[in-house]
């Protein structure tokens, strides 16, 4: 978690920050795996698995943005997205929605993962886990660092008028397909988190006696 936030803050080029926050969310995901096991509790080990498919959405859709801003915009380095949001407004608009979703702002699937894994760890109610609970908190606070400067480039007004490519209907859909989707997780999580419950109760089983 620490390493992929800390490294993801250093980061000049898009893919790169977006490489290493899936880094900081295989943490998440390996903290509630291993709190579920260590103790014997399923809700952790329902909450990674929630946080596995939430992030798959969330992080396809942030890369098929980014990568749409570099095809048509040539723009590799953050730094040169600025005002992307009047040059390509469908893809920025998404790329809004992975990464609001991505630092947990709700009511987006990324808020929805987040919530699970942090009640997963504090209902344990040992003092280990509560560490643990804490260092996700702190962590999920930096990788904000991150998220939001980012957000704030693309939606930023430009300096001077820009073209505005048109985008494939074939790189449109995807993107706004994935977008309901992490929309849609996080106001209703009922249905992924009762198949990540399922989940969770049958690794159990084959965790620590």
Not at 68 to 79: E, K, N, R, V
Not at 124 to 151: D, E, K, Q, R, T
Request: proline fraction near 6%; include cysteine.
């Amino acid at each position: 978690m620490t390493l992929g936030n800390l490294m993801a803050l250093q980061q000049i080029y898009g893919k790169r920050l977006l490489g290493y926050s899936s880094v900081a969310h295989l943490g998440y995901v390996l903290l509630a795996l291993g709190l579920g096991l260590a103790y014997g509790r399923p809700e952790p080990i329902s909450a990674a698995l929630f946080m596995i498919a939430a992030h798959a959405a969330m992080k396809g859709l942030a890369f098929l943005a980014k990568g749409t801003f570099h095809l048509y915009c040539d723009a590799s380095l953050i730094a040169e997205l600025d005002g992307m949001l009047h040059r390509l407004p469908l893809t920025t608009v998404c790329f809004v929605v992975a990464l609001t979703g991505l630092a947990a702002v709700p009511p987006l699937a990324g808020f929805a993962a987040k919530w699970h894994i942090l009640v997963g760890a504090v209902g344990i109610g040992h003092v280990g886990a509560g560490l643990c609970a804490v260092a996700f908190l702190v962590n999920s606070l930096i990788s904000l660092g991150y998220y939001l400067p980012l957000i704030g480039r693309v939606i930023r007004s430009p300096e001077a008028a820009l073209s505005r490519p048109i985008v494939s209907p074939w790189m449109r859909l995807p993107m706004i397909a994935l977008a309901v989707l992490v929309v849609l997780v996080g106001i209703i999580p009922g249905p992924l988190m009762r198949l990540s419950q399922e989940g969770g109760a049958f690794l159990l089983k084959w965790g620590p006696r």
